[in-house]
T-cell receptor
Framework: NAGVMQNPRHLVRRRGQEARLRCSPVKGHSHVYWYRQLPEEGLKFMVYLQKENIIDESGMPKERFSAEFPKEGPSILRIQQVVRGDSAAYFC????????????FGPGTRLTVL | AQSVTQLGSHVSVSEGALVLLRCNYSSSVPPYLFWYVQYPNQGLQLLLKYTSAATLVKGINGFEAEFKKSETSFHLTKPSAHMSDAAEYFCAVGLSLDSSYKLIFGSGTRLLVRP
C-alpha cells in the first residue's frame, strides 16, 4: 500500500439501496483500477480509468454498476439497487503510468448486503 | 489469453521450513508477473515483480521467485518461514490489450505457519 485511500472501509446496505465506494489514488497517479474479491476467491478486474475517461470496463457487470474518475476528487464506484451477490471486497489500485507499472492497492471496502 | 493457476489453495509449513508457493501462467507474449501478499482484512502488498530484467527476482521479507519460461512458472520461495508470513498470497500476470492494462490474478494460496 503506497498511499491509496479507500472509504468507507466497511459498508452495509439493504437490498435495493445504492452503494458508493470512493478511492483516492496515490498523489500523482492518474490511473485507477477497480477489482472485486468475492469470498474465498482471487481478485477480478472490473474497470480501468484515467482522469475523466473510462479506458476499459470489460469486467463491469452490464447493469447497476458504474465508475468515474473526475478531474477533481476521488474515483467513485457506484452500485445501484444492490443485491446479496454484490457482497464482496472492492479494491482500488493506482499506478503512475499505464504500461507495466506496479499497481498499488488500497485497503479495500467490504460491502455487505443484507 | 492470459491466465494464472496457483496450485494448492492452502499450504502449511512449520516455522523455519522452506516455503514454496506455486504459480503457473499462460501468456502469448513475454509476461509481467507479480506476487502480492494479503494479510487478513487488508489490501494487497507487492512482494515482487518480474519484468524480464532477471529470471531470479528478489522481493521483500526474504521472498524470491524464479521465472522459468520453459515451464511457464513463477514459483515463490522463502528459505525459512516465520509466523508473520501467515497470509494469503496471490500470483498475477499483467495483461496489455489495445490501450488497456489489467492484472489477472490467481485464486490465491493461504499460507499457514505452524509453531
Amino acid at each position: 500500500n503506497a498511499g491509496v485511500m479507500q472509504n468507507p472501509r466497511h459498508l452495509v446496505r439493504r437490498r435495493g439501496q445504492e452503494a458508493r465506494l470512493r478511492c483516492s489514488p496515490v498523489k500523482g497517479h492518474s490511473h485507477v483500477y477497480w477489482y472485486r474479491q468475492l469470498p474465498e476467491e482471487g481478485l477480478k478486474f472490473m474497470v480501468y480509468l484515467q482522469k475523466e475517461n473510462i479506458i476499459d470496463e470489460s469486467g463491469m457487470p452490464k447493469e447497476r454498476f458504474s465508475a468515474e474518475f473526475p478531474k477533481e476528487g476521488p474515483s467513485i464506484l457506484r452500485i445501484q439497487q444492490v443485491v446479496r451477490g454484490d457482497s464482496a471486497a472492492y479494491f482500488c489500485a493506482s499506478s503512475p503510468l499505464q504500461s507495466t507499472d506496479t499497481q498499488y492497492f488500497g485497503p479495500g471496502t467490504r460491502l455487505t448486503v443484507l | 489469453a492470459q491466465s494464472v493457476t496457483q496450485l494448492g489453495s492452502h499450504v502449511s509449513v512449520s516455522e523455519g521450513a522452506l516455503v514454496l508457493l506455486r504459480c503457473n501462467y499462460s501468456s502469448s507474449v513475454p509476461p509481467y508477473l507479480f506476487w502480492y501478499v494479503q494479510y487478513p482484512n487488508q489490501g494487497l502488498q507487492l512482494l515482487l515483480k518480474y519484468t524480464s530484467a532477471a529470471t531470479l527476482v528478489k522481493g521483500i521479507n526474504g521472498f524470491e521467485a524464479e521465472f522459468k519460461k520453459s515451464e511457464t512458472s513463477f514459483h515463490l520461495t522463502k528459505p525459512s518461514a516465520h509466523m508473520s508470513d501467515a497470509a494469503e498470497y496471490f500470483c498475477a500476470v499483467g495483461l496489455s490489450l489495445d490501450s488497456s492494462y489489467k492484472l489477472i490474478f490467481g485464486s490465491g494460496t493461504r499460507l499457514l505457519v505452524r509453531p
